[in-house]
């Protein structure tokens, strides 16, 4: 079966073919921008990206994600790209400084059959590391700790990622989907 998966992000697409080929399912990359609507929720923004992708294929996968620190809130959350690209993984560093370190990365994927849609989340929980490590993955990977490991995300290869990352998490659920709706 293949899927058009719909972003600009390399990083996420190789993530999201690897998980998805253990489905026999082949993902086709549509490398374009979509709306990032100013929305308090991932839920939303997936909404309004699978109502821009509608017209692109008869399966379309898209996904949102972010990295949420309750200590600053839930920052940056739906922000995460936007901080990521203002004040990168130094700034995160230093707002989290003196607080708690707990953090939670979040993914949720749309996935639309024809007239069809679902929403599907992910969550991976953790914790900021003290300084970036490792060199794999992308955004936030080197300062995310999962509940579980000492190693950053950045210092996993994308094998041990993709077992339990809340991307991975999101599109595992789909791939299990794929083989009932088909
Ligand atoms: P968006 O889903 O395109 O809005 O971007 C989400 C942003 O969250 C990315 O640009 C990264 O900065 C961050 N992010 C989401 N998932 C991950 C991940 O698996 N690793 C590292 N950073 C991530």
């Known amino acids: 079966m293949d899927l058009t998966f719909v972003s600009t992000n390399v990083g996420k697409f190789r993530e999201v073919r690897g998980i998805l080929s253990e489905y026999d ?12 609507v100013q929305a308090g929720r991932l839920e939303s923004v997936v909404e309004a990206k699978l109502d821009a ?12 994600s972010g990295l949420f620190i309750p200590a600053l ?27 708690s370190r707990r953090a939670r990365f979040r993914a949720v994927a749309g996935l639309s059959i024809g007239p069809r849609r ?12 003290h300084r970036p490590r490792g060199t794999h ?19 996993l290869d994308p094998a041990e990622k993709n077992r339990r990352s809340h991307r991975a998490r999101a599109i595992r659920r789909v791939g299990r989907l794929l083989r009932t709706v088909g």
């Open 137 to 155: 993955g992308f955004g936030f990977d080197p300062i995310f700790i999962a509940d579980g490991e000492t190693r950053t995300f950045g210092e």
């Open 25 to 36: 399912v082949r993902v086709r990359w549509s490398r374009r921008q979509l709306p990032e």
């Open 73 to 99: 809130g839930g920052f940056p959350g739906v922000y995460s790209a936007y901080v990521f690209d203002t004040i990168g993984l130094a700034g995160v560093l230093r707002l989290v400084e003196g607080q």
């Open 53 to 64: 992708a509608h017209h692109l294929g008869s399966r379309i996968l898209v996904e949102d």
């Open 118 to 129: 679902w929403l599907m989340p992910g969550e991976c929980p953790g914790r900021i590391a």
